[in-house]
Structure formats: C-alpha cells, structure tokens
C-alpha cells in the first residue's frame, strides 16, 4: 500500500518539476509568480537611475519642463543659477543629480542641460559636444564591463532619453533641427517636443505637428518609440498610437493656480489661465504618462540592449578586440 | 532772426497748412517698411493686421510659405486708400534671416538694400531734372525679437549695432501671447539693458513742446520693445467682433491693450509718428551715407566719378548732354531688347506651328494605315468566309450525295434486291 502511495507521490512529483515547452498547467501552486514581489523589493532597495537629457536653443523652457515633469525642482536653474545667465559661447554641458522618492522607490534623476545649443550665430557642429558626451558615457560603462573584478552594480550614467525642444514657429522644422536629430537618432533615444506651445492654437497646433511629423518622415528620423524595435503585436498597436500623437506640444509651469476650486498648475494671462495638466490645453499630460509611467523601464531598456550594443559592437570591431584606452590602476582585461 | 510783430489784421496766411495738406493729399504719401526676423515669427501675420490688408494671401503667399536656401530681400507694394488719402505702401521682406544653420553675414544682403536704396536716391537727387524723385528709401524697420523670455540672443545683437545708424530700428516682441504679464515686464527691462549695454541706438521718439503728447510718449517709452500679437480672423467675445486668437483657455485679442501692445504701435507707426519716421530717415541716415559716399569721392579722385555717379563739377549743360545721350542709349537697348523678344516670339509660334502640322501629317498617315490595315483584315475574313462556304457547299453536296445513296440503298433492300 504505502509503495503504491510512493510511487503515486513520485509520480506526481514529477508530474509538476515536468515542464512541457506547451505552457502546461500546474497541477499545484509553486510560488514562481512570487519572483515579482522579489524583483520589486528588490528594485525598491537598491532604487535605479534614470538619466534625461534636454536640447533646445535657450529660451524655451525646458529647466522649467523638467521641473514640471518631475513635480519638484531638479534643473540646472534652480541649482543655484540666476535667470539671466549670458548664453556660453560654445555648447555646454552640464549635469545636476537628485535623488527622488516616491512610495518608497527611490530613483536618482540626473538631468543633462546643453547650454548654448543653437543659440549662436554660427551653429555648424553645435551637435558635437553632445554626440561626445553621449559616447563618453558609453566608454564608461564599457570600460566597467570589460574589467576583471567588476562592480556589483555598475553605475549607469549613459543618457537613456533625450527631450529634442522645437521651437514653435508653425511653419516646419528649421534646418539645426533636422541635422542635429538625424545624427543623433541612432546613438540615444530621441523624444521630440513642440516647446510652449501655448503659442499657437489648436488649429495651428494640428497643422504644425502634421508638418513636423512628415518632415521627420522625409528625412527618415527614427525618433523613440522607434518601430523596428516593437516587439509584438500589442506593443506596435500601443507604441502607433502614441507615435501619432508625437511631438507632443507641451507647456511647463511650477506656478500654482486655484482653478474651480482645484490648485492646478499653470499659467497666467491676461485672457485665461492655462492648465498644465489638462488634456485640452495641452499634451504635458501625455507626455508625462508616456515617459515616466509606461515606458519609463523601456527607454532604459532600449539605451542599454541597442543603442549600448550598437556603440559596444562598434569599438570591439573597431580595435579588432578590446584594449584599453587608458591604462588604470584597476585590472584591465585583453580579450 | 527777425521779430515777431503782431499784424493789425486778418492777413490769411494761416491757411498754408492746408494748402501743404491739399498738396501732400493730391500726390499721395509713400512710406517703406521693412520687417525683419526669423521665419515663424508671425511677420506676415503683423503686416497684414497692420494694414488690414491681405498683403500676404492664399493666392499670394508670404516668404514664410517658400523655402529658401539664403537670405533675401523682397519687395511687395500695396497702394491703400483711405479718406481720400492715399499710401503707397511698400513692404520689404527678408525670409531666410535667421534660419541657417551658420548665420553668419545673414545681414550683409539687408545692408546691402539698405545701400543701394540711399544710392539710388543720391543719384536720382544729383541729376539736372529732378521732377521725378522717387523715394524708395527704407523709413522704418521692424525687428522681431523671439519671446524667450530670458534676453537678447547673439544674432539680434550683431544685427541690430549695425543698422542701428543705417535706419530707424524698432524692436518688437513678437507673438507676445507667450508670456505672461510678469514675465513680459521681466524680459522688456532685460531687452532694455543688454540694448544699453550694447549702445545700441533705436529709433527715439521726439519730444515735443506739447505737454499732452509728452506724455504719451513717455508713456510708449516705458513699454519699450513692444510686445505684439497679430491676427486678422475676427472672434465674437461677449458679443462684440474683436481681431484675436482662440485658445481653449481664452481669447487673446490683439486691439486689446492689456492683452499687448499692438494698439500702441499701429498708432505710433501710423497715426502719429510716420511723418517723423521719414523726417529722421531722409535727415539723419541719409544725410550719414551722403556724407559718407561724398567724402570717399573727395578723397578717391575723379576716377570713381564714373562708377559712382554724376558727382562732378561739370556744367549743367554738359550733363544734361550727358543724361540725354543715357537716355537715348537707354531707350535703344530697350528697343533692341523688345525686338529680340519679338524675334523670339515669332520663331517659337513659328516652330509651334511646324510641329503641329507635322503632328497632324504624322497623324493623317497613322489614320491611312489603319484603314489599310482594316482594309485588308476585312479581305482575309472574306476570303476566309468564302472558304468555309466553298467548303461547306462541298460539304452539303457530298452529304447529299451520300444520303442519296443510301436512300437508294434502303429502296433496294426494300425491295429486296439485296438479302
């Protein structure tokens, strides 16, 4: 009797450890779908990072974009500098790091400000600082890739998103525009935004944002959600409605106002009080779902499975094996 | 200086100016603008709600419409009427400022208009008959400033330090429904000081004895850049038809003057200052550049008379012998011009027309094979046609035949002639 039950227990035992590549149904409850719960605590303790980068000649509010979009005071500007700084004459680049918590997931924000970024009277290669900048970022994450005795975490400082401000002129793209999101669409994941858009109204806005979209088209800028990268069919139905509402036109404000009672954000004229967040006014609402509530893992995710590989491809075969640039005092490895 | 005597009586002359006002009305007043700015600022947009005209149509659209590679300077005229007055209003336009990616020079070609403009019109007062002295020099310009709320950009400064001695500059904030009032009051007094700091010399409004319009114009002072919003679409806000702009949020009208400050330039531009633009223009720029070219002259001998003009001490007689035989020489070229033209013209008809009788030949002789061809398909059917039937007949006559025979054959079995 009990050898019957052994081996009716054996059989069962292995009944459950059998997987079927089918997706077979369990016979009993294992506990897999706990490792979410793991992950989560996981990510709660060790917190991530996320770094976004803002480009846009000066004066079109994206210090205070950032703050909007991150509800509390985390650009260049409201670290210590003045309003009316002079315009550098050569393109800079700066970078101010905080770290947030929200529901006890703590995430380190570094924003990346480009100072000076077409807003001379020459602009030729006012991209390049930024292209470098980008792949020195590459460099080091590789170069802690590639050492012997690694960093249990390595720290992430690649750019995962950067905020390509239009200005809006209503016409079209100007050319800086085009040149500086073609060469960089293929390095860092670009997320083009109609800057205070307020300016125009919502005819206006439709006509441009169709215009912007076709000249993006013609020139063949792949701008972030990129469609090669969708991975299936629920993704590309997802990532084609949010592609249709690109660029979003934003308006950003850390002014509050009491509108019907409610404090909103906004912006006050002598005709009207604009709403940040409301969906009529205009898109700041999408924009902020889209980048920080779902696909906020994504930009990250893309940044380090492509543009990273890309980049990491590149210099392997490049130096036809990896050697290292400089030599430090940590080991190296010759692969 | 003489005294000032009081008369005993009614002498009449205080009536001069409207004899000057029926003069001026009678030839019509001209007045050139030019605008100056990066595309999409709202340019075209402004003129036309200035002079409530449609300068810039669907039929005619402005530079903004048109792609361009480098910068250019464009001329439209409109001639409007209005109380019996009459404007010739003439427009320059620079579409491409600002747009390249290298804007370096982008003002060379303005100042070079700018030039020529002053140029023309030395040449044209140094002539012996001078009745007709057009005056197409710039009076004003307009430069339209990005609202970016944080000061003057790089390219506005270079501009602006040098055309500020060439023409009267006017700064503007164009598409001033950007900012909010703060940030709007914020920026002008920025504006302000970097023009200060740069020495840059606007265009100054004069003060006068009258205490009234002192302080009107003290008034526009203290607003100075004007911030401007332009429209022509007409909205309805709380039952009035107001020129503006509709916004989820609200409505920005442009005749409002707690909105922006267009009322105060058009008034400025138009109904109060206009003369005094032109006076500054023909006295102070002008006057510049004469000095200026003159001197260069002076100093550089005669042999630049030629390539600059008629600046010589020569005797009326002699250069009006001179400007008669450019005159003559003048109509000859245009004569010969006309006449090639002409020529052309008539070789190209007279091609046309070859072409086209030999287009109608090419199609008669097309037409003729056809109908040969169907001639002789129709042929084949009918000899074909005539087969079968021969055929066919054959045919019959053999079935006949056959059927003869064995209908003979049957009579015969019949009659039992075969067993």
């Known amino acids: 009797m009990t050898k019957q039950h052994e081996n009716h227990r054996d059989m069962n035992f292995s009944h459950t450890v059998l997987k079927q590549s089918g997706g ?44 909007t979009l991150f509800k509390s005071q985390v650009s260049r500007k409201s670290a210590g500098w003045s309003r009316d700084e002079k315009i550098p004459k050569t393109v800079e680049i700066k970078s101010v790091s905080h770290v947030i918590e929200e ?58 998103c950067c905020l390509y401000f ?8 100007r050319q800086l525009d085009v040149e500086f999101m073609k060469r960089l669409s293929h390095s860092v994941n670009i997320i083009p935004v109609i800057a205070k858009s ?42 084609d409605k949010i592609r249709e509402m690109m660029p979003f036109a934003v308006v950003g404000s850390d002014k509050e106002y009491q509108v019907n009672g409610k404090r909103v954000l906004g912006r006050k004229t002598a005709w009207g009080i604009i709403e940040v967040e409301n969906p009529n006014h205009c898109e700041f609402a999408q924009l902020r779902d889209f980048l920080i509530r779902s696909h906020l893992q994504d930009l990250k995710e893309v940044t380090h499975n492509i543009h990273y590989e890309t980049y990491r491809a590149k210099r392997l075969n490049d130096n036809g094996g990896l050697h290292p640039i400089t030599s430090n005092d940590t080991q190296e490895s010759n692969l | ?61 402005g530079p903004s419409h048109r792609i361009k590679k480098t910068v250019q300077v464009e001329q439209s005229k409109v001639l409007i009427k209005e109380g019996g007055v009459q404007l010739l209003l003439t427009i320059v336009d620079t579409p491409g400022f600002g747009d390249a990616v290298d804007n370096s020079n982008c003002w060379q070609p303005i100042i070079d208009h700018i030039d020529s403009k002053f140029e023309d019109y030395l040449n044209s007062e140094s002539r012996v008959n001078r009745r ?96 401007v919003v332009g ?58 550049y004469r000095s200026r070219k003159l001197a260069a002259v002076t100093y550089n001998g005669v042999d630049n008379n030629k390539a600059k003009g008629q600046l010589s001490t020569k005797s009326p007689l002699a250069q009006m012998e001179e400007e008669r035989r450019e005159h003559v020489a003048k109509m000859k070229k245009m004569e010969m011009e006309m006449e090639q033209v002409f020529e052309m013209k008539v070789k ?13 030949q090419r199609r008669h002789e097309q037409m003729k094979k056809n109908l040969e061809a169907q001639h002789k398909e129709l042929e084949e059917k009918r000899r074909v046609f005539e087969d079968e039937r021969s055929n066919w007949e054959l045919q019959q006559r053999l079935e006949q035949q056959k059927m003869e025979a064995s209908r003979t054959l049957e009579k015969n079995k019949k009659k039992g002639k075969i067993f």
């Open chain 1, 24 to 67: 077979s149904t369990l016979l009993g409850y294992i506990g897999i779908d706990t490792i979410i719960e793991q992950m989560r605590k996981k990510t709660m303790k060790t917190g991530f990072d996320f770094n976004i980068m803002v480009v846009g000649p000066s004066g079109l509010g994206k210090s205070t974009l950032v703050n």
């Open chain 1, 103 to 160: 529901g006890g997931v703590k995430m380190k924000l570094t924003v990346v400000d480009t100072p000076g970024f077409g807003d001379q009277i020459n602009n030729d290669n006012c991209w390049e600082p930024i292209s470098k900048y980008i792949n020195e970022q590459f460099e080091k994450f590789l170069k802690e890739e590639v050492n012997i005795t690694r960093k249990k975490r390595i720290p992430d400082t690649r750019v995962h």
């Open chain 1, 166 to 173: 239009i200005p809006p002129t209503g016409h079209s793209l």
């Open chain 1, 198 to 239: 307020d300016t125009m109204t919502v005819e206006e806005r439709q006509e441009f944002k169709q215009r912007v979209r076709k000249e993006l088209e013609m020139n063949g800028i792949e701008f972030y959600p990129q469609k090669e990268f969708d991975d299936d069919i629920e993704d590309k139905s997802d990532n």
């Open chain 2, 1 to 61: 200086m003489g005294q000032q005597k009081n008369l005993d009586g009614y002498v009449g002359f205080a009536s001069l100016p409207n004899q000057v006002y029926r003069k001026s009305v009678k030839r019509g007043f001209e007045f050139t603008l030019m605008v100056v700015g990066e595309s999409g600022l709202g340019k075209s947009t402004l003129i036309n709600s200035l002079f409530l005209t449609d300068l810039y149509s669907t039929e005619y659209p």
């Open chain 2, 132 to 227: 007709q002295m057009p005056d197409s020099r710039i009076h004003c310009c307009l430069y339209f400033i990005a609202p970016s709320g944080h000061g003057l950009k790089p390219l506005d400064i270079e501009f602006m330090k040098r055309l500020h001695e060439k023409v009267n500059v006017i700064p503007l904030i164009a598409k001033a429904d950007t900012l909010t009032p703060e940030e709007c009051q914020q920026f002008k007094k920025q504006i302000m000081r970097e023009i200060q700091e740069h020495k840059i010399k606007i265009y100054e409004f004069p003060e006068t004895d009258d205490e009234e319009e002192n302080r009107l114009v003290k008034k526009i002072k203290d607003k100075l850049p004007l911030a």
């Open chain 2, 231 to 288: 429209s022509n679409t007409i909205i309805e806000v709380n039952g009035k038809r107001v020129r503006g702009r509709q916004y989820p949020w609200g409505v920005a009208e442009v005749e409002n003057s707690d909105h922006c400050d267009f009322t105060i330039l058009r008034d400025m531009l138009i109904r109060t200052h206009m003369q005094d633009l032109k006076d500054v223009t023909n006295n102070v720029h002008y006057e510049n």
């Open chain 2, 348 to 360: 190209e008809k007279v091609q046309k027309l070859k072409d086209s009788e030999a287009e109608l």
